[in-house]
């Protein structure tokens, strides 16, 4: 059987897979090339959906004071947040460069709209989440897209939903799901960054691995690392 990926194309899907990066700084004032973008947006429009639903839409942001409203959410929410960490912890979470929003040449601000196609979705009546998720799908498929053109992405999660929804207009319907920082980068780090400082350690594979029921581990059918 012929699955139609020579062991080239099959190396370069685990490349991107394996190298792709959290990007929070090493950004160039570059501008992406709009066919780039939308070369990159396509592949993360072809993501998978819940029903076939589609229910992402991407919001594209280049004006320097929009972005500059969503630079003073993070830092509350990041000033909020290091409250919940006593020292030393907390001044080295208090170092990190966790953001690139006025770096970056562009933001994009991907989004869940669970009213498309109507109030019934194949598959998302069990479980109403399935609709986020496929929003995540896509993000992950822009990443990985992004990773292969040597274009740089990093997810902002520490702002405040709330915060989002008013600065950029969106209806009350409609959920923001990832705050994405895009551009071209000097270079890319080899390991994310939280591993390299130490913050949280690389779990192997057959840590995360349970057979049959959780917690079960006896089976060696993978012996990961």
Not at 43 to 65: C, M, R, T
Not at 201 to 208: N, T
């Amino acid at each position: 059987m012929n699955n139609n990926f020579s062991d080239e194309e099959k190396n370069g899907l685990y490349k991107a897979i394996f190298s792709r990066r959290d990007v929070r700084s090493h950004f160039t004032s570059r501008e992406i090339d709009d066919s780039l973008l939308t070369k990159i947006l396509n592949a993360a429009h072809h993501a998978p959906s819940v029903g076939f639903s589609q229910p992402w839409n991407f919001i594209l942001i280049k004006d320097y004071e929009i972005r500059k409203k969503i630079k003073e959410s993070f830092e509350k929410e990041r000033k909020r947040s290091s409250q919940m960490v006593e020292e030393p912890k907390k001044s080295k979470y208090l170092s990190f460069k966790l953001e690139g929003i006025l770096d970056s040449p562009i933001n994009i601000c991907v989004t869940y709209d669970p009213t498309k196609f109507g109030s019934f979705v194949i598959g998302r009546s069990s479980i109403p989440e399935t609709g986020v998720y496929s929003a995540c799908c896509a993000v992950q498929n822009l990443w990985l897209a992004a990773r292969t053109e040597g274009i740089g992405v990093g997810w902002v999660s520490i702002l405040s939903n709330s915060v989002l929804k008013e600065i950029l207009k969106l209806p009350e319907h409609v959920v923001p799901v990832a705050y994405l920082c895009l551009g071209h980068v000097e270079d890319f780090s080899p390991k994310p960054d939280l591993e390299m400082a130490g913050w949280l350690p690389r779990l192997e594979l057959k840590d995360v691995i349970f057979y049959e029921k959780w917690g079960k581990k006896e089976n060696t059918w993978i012996n990961g690392k």
